[in-house]
């Protein structure tokens, strides 16, 4: 393998865990229009449905009981969606309890599990996303349609900065450049004269 492919490429190896799965799917779920647009409407959904039922029924609700029932219902579609859901994604695919072999480079990731051995092609995916915690690759609209790559998993600085040149390069190439990447710019003094030592 040449320099250049090495330097182009860099391997990870980590397994999820449970806590940090559902941490990065709430990640998404407030970074996403999509989503957040679906849970307004179905607690809108809800509300009108409510209101109906008063109306059909004659029977006079409170508008303050109207109210926290609205908020109980948007709670609980937000817990379920965002908290139950995922949950049970985690615990019932076994891919989460294996460990992940992902290695990227310009040509795309290879994925690798105990059980699995795919190639993914860049084109897949349609945006990063990212905190202090988690890269999140999407490819999709749904709340599963996402590659997660925490940043504890990385080995050092220089490694970061590679796979954050490759994303660049294939997902978003206006990425911002992280405070680690700043660090390794070239130096430059504040002030070019020499200090005064009279």
């Known amino acids: ?7 182009d490429t860099v391997h990870l190896s980590f397994r ?31 509300s009108i449905g409510l209101l109906l039922i008063n ?12 109210v926290i029932l609205m908020f109980i219902a948007g709670v609980g579609f937000f817990h379920g969606y965002v908290i139950d859901l995922p949950r049970g994604y985690f615990r019932g695919d076994p891919k989460f309890r294996e460990e992940y072999n992902l290695t990227f480079s310009n ?8 059980n699995i051995n795919s190639s993914i092609a860049w084109k897949l995916y349609t945006r ?13 609209k749904n709340i599963h349609s996402l590659s997660i790559i925490p940043k504890r998993v990385f080995q050092d600085s220089q490694q970061e900065r590679r796979f954050r040149e490759i994303l660049r390069r294939n997902i978003d190439s206006k990425l911002k450049i992280s405070d680690g990447e700043r660090e390794e710019k070239e130096y430059v003094p504040t002030r070019l004269e020499p200090p005064d030592w009279r």
């Open 55 to 66: 109306a059909w029924v004659g029977f006079f609700i409170p508008v303050w009981a109207d």
């Open 107 to 114: 040509d795309g990731i290879e994925f690798k599990t105990q």
């Open 16 to 46: 999820y865990t449970e806590k940090e799965y559902l941490e990065a799917i709430r990640f998404y779920f407030w970074r996403s229009k999509e989503l957040l647009a679906r849970l307004i409407v179905s607690c809108l959904l809800f």
């Open 128 to 140: 990063v996303i990212e905190n202090d915690s988690f890269y999140v690759l999407v490819y999709g």
């Open 1 to 7: 393998m040449s320099l250049t492919k090495q330097v």
